[in-house]
């Protein structure tokens, strides 16, 4: 059956450091990766899309790197700040009509 | 501000009741999604609608019924028949259905039983 994982256990860092956040696959063959971020409360905002050909993208202190022959998408925070605290969710398309979610890395940042 | 509404933000069912959670849209999007996110949970695709008066179901769609007679609305029922209806609802929408097309999110409605 198709899965998603991302890290399990919450990710704690200190502010300035890199947080790197992980999101395994099995029995989905993507053409794009997608990205977003969900606020306790909130709905998901959207980051970032990576198509599979792209090794790497990036947006502001935030990179993403999709390796299809690991079956894995990184997830990259440099210059961490409390404001970084959040859920991150990796998203993938199993056919042209939907996303599939991963149940998303908390991540907290401390000052 | 172009964005997705919904309401209520808070809901509680009765026994034996149905209960409609409202998503409107104003982005002029063609695509609309019901998702249900429970703790621990990624979210689960429940009804989609790739286009005005048509929907189609998603992975949970037992125990919800949608509607789309208006591009900007897609409201959800919570119907009798989904015995545990407790989570946090979540309606967004997309330029269109796509591999490449993000989603956007409204605020959701969190649903409780009485």
């Known amino acids: 059956s198709q899965k998603i994982e991302q890290n399990s256990e919450a990710l704690n860092i200190q502010e300035g450091k890199t947080a790197t956040l992980t999101c395994n696959y099995t029995n989905y063959s993507p053409a794009y990766l997608q990205w977003y971020r969900q606020d306790p409360g909130r709905g998901p905002v959207f980051l970032l899309l990576i198509r599979e050909n792209e090794k790497e993208k990036r947006k502001e202190r935030l990179k993403v790197t999709f390796d299809t022959t690991l079956k894995q998408s990184l997830f990259h925070i440099t210059a961490s700040q409390p404001a970084d605290s959040a859920t991150y969710l990796c998203a993938l398309p199993p056919n042209d009509y939907k996303l599939s979610f991963g149940a998303g890395t908390t991540v907290t940042v401390r000052a | 501000d172009g964005g997705i509404t919904q309401s209520p933000k808070y809901l509680f069912r009765k026994e034996g009741q149905n209960v409609t959670l409202s998503c409107e849209q104003n982005?002029?999007?063609?695509?609309m999604y019901w998702y249900r996110q429970d703790p621990g949970q990624g979210l689960r695709l429940i009804y989609y609608s790739q286009i005005v008066n048509d929907f189609q179901k998603g992975d949970i769609a037992e125990g919800y019924s949608v509607s789309r007679e208006k591009k900007e609305s897609f409201p959800l029922t919570v119907t009798s028949a989904q015995k545990n209806p407790t989570a946090f609802y979540l309606c967004?929408?997309?330029?269109?259905?796509?591999?490449?097309?993000?989603?956007?999110f409204g605020d959701g409605t969190r649903l409780s039983i009485l």
């Open positions: 967004a929408s997309s330029i269109k259905t796509a591999r490449n097309q993000p989603q956007h």
């Open positions: 982005l002029n999007h063609d695509a």
